[in-house]
């Protein structure tokens, strides 16, 4: 997971407070990877296109994923107004407070913190292709007690923006995920692909194995053996939880290792290549264009610059 993680190399991270009070709803366009949000006091309901509604208590944490529209809601059967617009004409989009109407600023608001998690567009597949479009990590239960202090400093930092607030919000939105991603795995009856893959003794062990010594000629027959497994039931059980056949997967998670590696700017694509593992840098090149869609020296000048401060439910 550790491994994952740093090659999913995040760009970008930030979460803002919303205050709403009244008979309220707001909807939003797709998104780039992931949001990530909890609910510090009221109640709301968070629906993502072609999903039921979940019900957001205090305590509770969502995770997005998928990209799809959404609507958040004090209740259901609101009309949603555009909550893109809400947030432009905020006075500070760190801080919203929204009133459904001219007679609704009275009376406790439901409190939310929410916020987006922005990866490299290269290795953001490796994560959003085991996360279900919506997942409610419940504050009763015992995975989300270690999410408790982070949403406390987060409530706070976004309620006062203290010196150093910004900082402080991009790190803290940054372990909410991290956290929120542990109690969403050990919490989830099912997990597909790698993710869920880690905690078979076996198969998480032969992922272990790639991770560490990904620049190794494997092959399928020595990984089996690694593992105590014969090759035909390693091969089969490996495809059945990781989604891909294992010199397949290795071969995604050289190319990926070696994109973040591009991603420095200073290393030549021959360096690159050897070290890893590639006797070429043809070779290197073909397989790199098979797994990115683009050739090593394209993929470099296309990098984005840093990304701008994003809408934080948007």
């Not at 432009?88 to 919203?96: H, K």
């Not at 014969?230 to 989604?243: D, P, Q, T, Y």
């Not at 590696?261 to 200073?266: I, P």
Request: glycine fraction near 10%.
């Amino acid at each position: 997971m550790s491994d994952v993680l740093t090659l999913l190399n995040i760009r970008g991270a930030y979460s803002s407070r919303f205050e709403a009070t009244g008979r309220w709803a707001l909807r939003f366009r797709g998104f780039q990877h992931i949001k990530i949000g909890a609910m510090v006091s009221g109640h709301c309901w968070v629906t993502v296109e072609g999903e039921p509604p979940v019900r957001l208590s205090p305590g509770d944490c969502y995770l997005l994923a998928g990209g799809r529209p959404y609507q958040v809601a004090g209740e259901l059967g609101v009309e949603p107004e555009d909550g893109h617009a809400v947030y432009e004409r905020s006075p500070t989009v760190r801080n919203v407070r929204y009133a459904a109407g001219p007679d609704d600023r009275d009376g406790p608001p439901d409190v939310l913190v929410g916020g987006s998690i922005t990866l490299d567009d290269v290795t953001a597949a490796l994560l959003l292709d085991c996360l279900p479009p919506i997942a409610r990590i419940p504050a009763a239960g015992a995975p989300a007690r270690a999410l408790r202090p982070v949403l406390r400093m987060l409530a706070d930092e976004t309620a006062a923006e203290p010196l150093g607030a910004a900082v402080m919000i991009e790190h803290l939105t940054q372990i909410l995920f991290i956290q929120a991603l542990r109690a969403h795995l050990v919490a989830a009856e099912h997990v597909p692909g790698w993710l869920g893959a880690l905690s078979h003794p076996r198969i998480g062990a032969a992922l272990t194995l790639i991770h560490q010594q990904a620049t190794r000629r494997w092959t399928v027959a020595g990984l089996a053996a690694e593992v105590g497994m014969s090759r035909s039931s390693f091969a089969e059980r490996f495809k059945a939880l990781v989604g891909l056949a294992p010199l397949d997967y290795l071969l995604h998670w050289r190319i990926r290792s070696a994109a973040e590696a591009l991603r420095g700017g200073d290393r030549t694509v021959a360096s690159v290549a050897a070290e890893w593992g590639y006797s070429s840098e043809s070779a290197f090149s073909n397989a790199f264009k098979r797994v990115t869609g683009l050739p090593p020296a394209r993929y470099r000048a296309s990098l984005p610059a840093p990304p701008l401060v994003p809408v934080p439910h948007g």
